[in-house]
């Protein structure tokens, strides 16, 4: 068995603590108080590779990279790109996705192109690439919110003018929303599991566990269950 080499004072503990922010259906939501979703399943397979518990904890997506940088939890996964930037920070498993940004717009203010979006109100969940889009692409500051769903409700409630999102969230969040649309990808990213810089053992079970759960289906079946359960949660 692989050891769980995480450079932090709980070296001795036996159970692998993943970090996430829990509003991003379907890679992370809550079922009442649980956090279920995609990144928890494969999160708790590697847990299972290395014979530990799991545990899972959701703080602000702000606060996720830095948790793994500080020894707080040992895997950040959380619908999180792979970005340059980030890479100077943490490790980055292989990719289990991908995928990249939309457009949310009303209806009745179609999204053409991302030229159209320059000096425009735009919604953004803080600390995201949606958010980088804004301030480095178009120059200029988005308005931050604290989940995709709440820069939706701003769209709705008209403080906005559109909302970036990732598309899986997007569509989550425009589901049964008759006035609401989302556009093609205006980027493409992939995600992947982030942990602290120089675990190459760690990195390696998370590697095995990631080719495992594609090669054998669970990947597949978790994405079309949690898909189906954060849009039935939608409805109510
Ligand atoms: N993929 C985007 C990023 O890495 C958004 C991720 C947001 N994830 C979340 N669990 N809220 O910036």
Sequence with gaps: MSALVCGCADNKDDTVKMITEATFPPYEFLRGQE????DVEICRAVAQ???KNFQCE???FDSVIPAVISGKAHLAAAGITVTEDRKKNVDF???YVKTGIVVVYKKGNPF???AQLKGKKIGVQGGTT??????DELKQEPERTKSPAEAVAALKAGRVEFVIADIDPAKNCV?????????DFITSEEYAIAIKKGQPELLKTINETIAEVKADGRLEKWVADFTAEADKLKDK
Excluded: N, Q, R
Excluded at 130 to 135: G, I, L, P, R, Y
Excluded at 175 to 183: P, Q, V, Y
């Design 175 to 183: 589901k049964g929303e008759d006035t609401l649309a989302i556009s």
């Design 35 to 38: 956090i279920v979703g995609i």
């Design 93 to 95: 498993s292989d990719p």
């Design 130 to 135: 949606s958010e980088t889009f804004v301030t």
């Design 49 to 51: 590779k290395l014979g």
């Design 58 to 60: 959701t703080v602000d």
């Design 112 to 114: 053409k192109d991302t």
